[in-house]
C-alpha cells in the first residue's frame, strides 16, 4: 500500500531498508535484559550497522540480502550476549577464551561478530579480541562448459519461458551479470543503433547482443514503453514503482536448474579466458582487481592486451 502511495505522489519516498531495519532492530532487542549490555547492542546496532545499510541503499545497491546480512551481524552480537548472561557474564568481562568457546560451539555466522567486537573495543568496553576468518568454506563449483550451453540453448530457444526469465538467464550466463544488476535494468539501457543492432549498457559503453538475446531485450524494452509511456524500469516487481528484486529472478531462474554463483562463475571463467583482464572489467562491471583473478583462474594472461594496445 505505502510503495502504491509513494508511487502516487502522496507519500513521499523513504529508505524502506533501513525501515524495516529498525522495526526488525527494535524487536530483536528486546531479547537481551535491560541493562549495559543491551545497550552497547544497540548503539552498535543504530550507529554502525544502520548507517552502513543506509549508505549501500543511497548508492541504491541495498538489496533484501544486504538487510539479512546487517540483520545478522546483529543477531549474532545479540546471542554472544545471551551466552555470556548464562555464563554469569557481561560483555566486558568477556575475554579470548570465552570467545573461542563461543565461536567453536556454533554455525560459522558467528564470525559475523568480528565487527561488533571491533566496535566495543574502540569504545573501551573491552580489550582486543581476535576472531579467525573462516578459511574453510568453499562455494559451489562454476557449472561445467556443457551445463552451461545446454541452459543458454535452452534459454534461447526455448519460447515458452517467459522472455523475462530468458533475458536474466542469458545475462547471467552470457555477460556474468549479477541478479542485482539486472534486476535494476531501465529501458534506457537497451538502445539500437542506426545499423538495427541491439545494446545494452552493462558498465562502460555499449555492448551488442547477439540475436535472440538482443530481439528478447528489445521486445521489453518496447513492452515496457507501450504500457507505461515513460522510460523506467525493464523489469518491474510487484510492488508499484519497483524493479523485480534480485532473490524473485533467482526463484524463476531455479525452475530451469539455474543458480545464481554456479552459473556467474562459469560465464566469468569462459570471458576471462577470451578478454584481457582490464577489457573484461570495464565491459562487464567488475574491478580490475576482480578481473585479474578470473583471467589468472582461467589460465590468461596480459600478454595478448600488451599487443593489442600497441597494434597500430
Not at 543506509?54 to 533484501?64: D, E, I, K, Q, V
Not at 568454506?137 to 535452452?154: I, K, M, N, S, T
Not at 535494476?184 to 545494452?200: K, L, M, N, P, V
Amino acid at each position: 500500500m505505502r510503495a502504491a502511495l509513494v508511487d502516487a505522489g502522496v507519500l513521499e519516498p523513504r529508505d524502506e531498508h533501513s525501515a524495516a531495519f529498525a522495526r526488525w532492530q527494535h524487536r530483536a532487542l528486546q531479547a537481551i535484559a535491560p541493562g549495559r549490555d543491551r545497550g552497547h547492542v544497540r548503539a552498535y546496532a543504530t550507529w554502525h550497522v544502520a548507517h552502513d545499510l543506509a549508505r549501500t541503499s543511497a548508492r541504491g545497491r541495498a538489496t533484501p540480502a544486504t538487510q539479512k546480512h546487517a540483520r545478522s551481524r546483529v543477531n549474532e552480537a545479540i546471542k554472544l550476549v545471551l551466552w555470556l548472561q548464562e555464563q554469569q557474564l557481561e560483555l566486558s568481562d568477556l575475554r579470548q577464551d570465552h570467545l573461542d568457546t563461543w565461536i567453536a560451539n556454533g554455525a560459522s555466522t558467528r564470525r559475523c561478530v568480528r565487527m561488533f567486537l571491533q566496535w566495543l573495543q574502540r569504545a573501551g568496553v573491552c580489550g582486543q579480541l581476535h576472531v579467525a576468518w573462516n578459511t574453510h568454506h568453499r562455494g559451489p563449483a562454476p557449472l561445467d562448459d556443457e551445463q552451461r550451453f545446454d541452459a543458454v540453448r535452452l534459454l534461447l530457444h526455448d519460447r515458452d519461458i517467459d522472455p523475462r526469465d530468458r533475458f536474466a538467464g542469458l545475462l547471467l550466463l552470457l555477460y556474468a551479470q549479477p541478479l542485482t544488476r539486472t534486476a535494476a535494468s531501465r529501458t534506457t539501457d537497451i538502445a539500437t543503433t542506426t545499423d538495427g543492432q541491439t545494446t545494452i549498457t552493462l558498465a562502460r559503453g555499449a555492448v551488442a547482443l547477439p540475436e535472440p538475446l538482443g530481439s528478447l531485450a528489445r521486445g521489453l524494452r518496447d513492452q515496457r514503453l507501450a504500457g507505461t509511456g515513460v522510460d523506467g524500469w525493464l523489469l518491474p516487481g510487484a510492488k508499484a514503482g519497483a524493479h523485480i528484486t534480485a532473490e524473485r529472478l533467482r526463484e524463476r531462474l531455479k525452475r530451469f536448474g539455474i543458480t545464481s554463483r554456479p552459473s556467474r562463475h562459469a560465464a566469468l571463467l569462459a570471458l576471462a579466458a577470451r578478454l584481457p583482464a582490464p577489457i573484461l572489467a570495464e565491459r562487464i562491471g567488475i574491478h580490475q582487481a576482480r578481473a585479474a583473478q578470473w583471467a589468472r583462474a582461467a589460465g590468461a594472461t596480459y600478454a595478448d592486451y600488451v599487443a593489442l594496445r600497441h597494434d597500430p
